[in-house]
């Protein structure tokens, strides 16, 4: 069974901060890596995702993660923080490909953005 | 453009009265479906999915059920509610055949007094 793990449950950064959201996941073999965000009362929305080649990948609002398979570690960055990236965020881990039924969420990082 | 539409956006409700949430998605053939649950500040759990009409697997029990009635309309049902039903339902799709990426509804707000 494939978990996922957020170390930090919360995250307080000055706005044009940059930050880094950490997310490790347990699995040896090939996975479907990604990340969402959720504003308050809101469904969660699609950031990024990774399955292979560049470990670095971009994703929308500036945002960009990195895999690195000797960490098992799927890090989401951003350079400049803007009050709006104030949210949850849930790194989500999956076994298998084509169906999202197997997809494990983390316990969210929430992120407060500060004037 | 593909979209999901989720009702009601609050509920409160009894305990031990019945409920129904509901989710329909425009734009998408025979799209996979999926309910999630996320308790106040914590994280999603995944209820039911669906990968056609009339067809709906359980992932967790929670005295719950869910239905798929049409290609685009996913319904989550009980006859008698509970306290710990409370928190936040999400309804999501994904593309059939070939995608772990889910697109999610605004989600129902859920207080079961």
């Known amino acids: 069974t494939q978990t996922v793990s957020q170390s930090d449950a919360h995250v307080t950064v000055f706005e044009g901060d940059s930050v880094e959201l950490r997310c490790n996941y347990s699995?040896?073999?090939?996975?479907?890596l990604s990340w969402y965000i959720q504003h308050h009362g809101r469904g969660l929305q699609f950031l990024l995702k990774?399955?292979?080649?560049?470990?670095v990948v971009q994703g929308v609002n500036g945002f960009e993660a990195e895999f690195s398979k000797s960490d098992s570690s799927f890090h989401l960055r951003k350079a400049s923080v803007h009050w709006s990236d104030s949210a949850v965020y849930f790194c989500?881990?999956?076994?298998?490909?084509?169906?999202?039924?197997?997809?494990?969420f983390g316990s969210g990082t929430k992120v407060i953005v500060l004037p | 453009a593909q979209t999901i539409h989720q009702w009601p956006v609050a509920e409160i409700k009894a305990v031990g009265s019945p409920l129904s949430l509901g989710c329909t998605i425009k734009?998408?053939?025979?799209?996979?479906l999926y309910w999630y649950w996320q308790a106040t500040g914590g994280t999603l759990q995944q209820l039911f999915y669906?990968?056609?009409?009339?067809?709906v697997e359980s992932v967790v029990q929670l005295n719950l059920s869910a239905s798929r009635p049409k290609d685009d309309q996913f319904i989550l049902s009980t006859e008698k509610l509970l306290l710990s039903h409370s928190g936040f339902y999400l309804c999501?799709?994904?593309?059939?055949?070939?995608?772990?990426?889910?697109?999610f509804g605004h989600g129902t707000k859920l207080s079961v007094l």
């Open positions: 999501a799709w994904s593309p059939t055949g070939g995608s772990e990426r889910l697109f």
């Open positions: 699995y040896g073999g090939s996975i479907y």
């Open positions: 990774y399955y292979s080649g560049n470990p």
């Open positions: 989500a881990v999956s076994l298998q490909t084509g169906f999202a039924s197997a997809l494990t």
């Open positions: 734009g998408k053939s025979s799209p996979n």
């Open positions: 669906s990968i056609t009409v009339g067809q």
